[in-house]
């Protein structure tokens, strides 16, 4: 077997040719040790299914060649397109991870049962524990069952979550969720991901894009919030008339327990951006989203190459009105700073787009409400002066 290093990972290979045949084996496997890499290889024809924990501190789970997405998914049938995708169909959260240091780099993930509070990706270690997800594709079973549940999520424990380069969509609860507990702190770092049509579960407080729940008044949930594109995104009826309670951004939270929402340079579909932080920077609010490209006026649009088929396509459309090309120029907010790379790896120019994927050659003209002609939020969700 591999020595589990950087350089000699331990693989995982869907024609025997590596050390394990699943990425669940090779965690259960007690060879599997503190720091340790798996690294999946090679062209799966099937979806890998069975529920994986993650046991080991500090292991890197990636993937490489050919398992690696491309940046979308292009069917939703049972075998995959080529790449690596765990894909859940009945019980269970797809990873459950138990340890801080954890890294989860270039997987697709799919929720697709119907059990109750079953997660893609479930937080569960404590004591200030870490999880880093990167250039992930979160998926869930877009407008399904109800209990296809969260994204994300880590409930009653004091851990940070940073989220980078993913997108995040197709879920009945919430895209990522925070369910804070009695003297417990959740801290995410959402860095240039795209978070769509999540919230469609009426029965939950908590639905929507990003969303906290929080029954202890002595939780506390931080968000920090960069570069990021959350729109078209639902809540539930329940919350009709709590302005804090829309879609994109939703904060459920008991009274006298704490969240904070740090919001720059991000785009949102509903008034929650500004009712979450008013003092939020370069963001923009009430957009428009679409894959309609032959739009010829300003429009306040986010333009996705497709949005009307599942599985969707989060890669932005380059094209005159959309917004989130070129959006800004600012390279940290939310005291985050830009990825030198996008999802799949293309190198982010200065101009930089919002959300998981860059433009690597623009070919619809410059943004009119570019950095310095758009009247980006400040303060209550008046332009910048």
């Not at 501190?57 to 940046?71: C, E, F, W, Y």
């Not at 609010?285 to 894959?291: I, L, Y």
């Not at 101009?351 to 758009?374: D, Q, R």
């Amino acid at each position: 077997m591999a020595a589990g290093t950087d350089g000699d990972p331990h693989t995982v290979q869907e024609d025997g040719g590596g050390d394990f045949l699943t990425l669940n084996a090779a965690l259960s496997d007690v060879a599997i040790d503190t720091n340790h890499f798996i690294e999946i290889q090679g062209s799966w024809t099937n979806d890998d299914t069975a529920a994986c924990t993650v046991a080991d501190t500090g292991l890197t789970i990636r993937t490489a060649g050919t398992s690696k997405h491309a940046g979308l998914v292009v069917n939703d049938g049972a075998s995959s397109e080529g790449h690596y995708r765990l894909v859940k169909t009945s019980g269970g959260h797809c990873i459950t991870v138990n340890q801080t240091g954890c890294t989860i780099n270039d997987l697709v993930v799919k929720q697709g049962q119907t059990g109750a509070s079953d997660e893609c990706i479930r937080m569960a270690a404590s004591g200030g524990a870490t999880l880093n997800i990167n250039s992930c594709i979160i998926w869930g079973s877009v407008g399904g069952s109800s209990n296809d549940q969260n994204g994300i999520f880590a409930s009653g424990i004091t851990c940070t979550i940073n989220v980078t380069n993913c997108q995040v969509y197709g879920f009945s609860r919430s895209g990522i969720c925070s369910q804070g507990g009695a003297n417990a702190t959740i801290t995410y770092n959402i860095n240039s991901c795209s978070i769509w049509d999540n919230g469609y579960d009426d029965n939950d407080y908590d639905t929507g894009g990003c969303a906290t729940k929080q029954s202890n008044s002595n939780a506390t949930t931080l968000w920090n919030i960069y570069n990021t594109i959350c729109v078209g995104n639902h809540t539930s009826s329940a919350n009709t008339g709590n302005a804090t309670n829309a879609a994109d951004f939703n904060d459920n939270a008991a009274s006298g327990s704490t969240v904070t929402w740090n919001i720059d340079y991000s785009i949102g579909s509903d008034l929650s951006l500004s009712a979450q932080d008013s003092g939020a920077v370069g963001s923009l609010e009430q957009h428009n989203h679409t894959d309609d490209n032959t739009k010829s006026s300003d429009g306040d649009w986010v333009i996705f190459e497709d949005i009307t088929s599942t599985p969707f396509d989060l890669r932005l459309q380059s094209h005159t009105y959309n917004e989130a090309e070129n959006m800004h120029s600012t390279g940290t907010g939310a005291g985050l700073s830009i990825p030198s790379t996008d999802i799949v790896g293309t190198s982010r120019a200065t101009a930089y787009e919002c959300g998981s994927f860059t433009i690597a050659v623009a070919g619809g003209g410059a943004n009119p409400k570019g950095p310095l002609g758009h009247p980006f939020l400040g303060p209550f969700g008046g332009p910048i002066a």
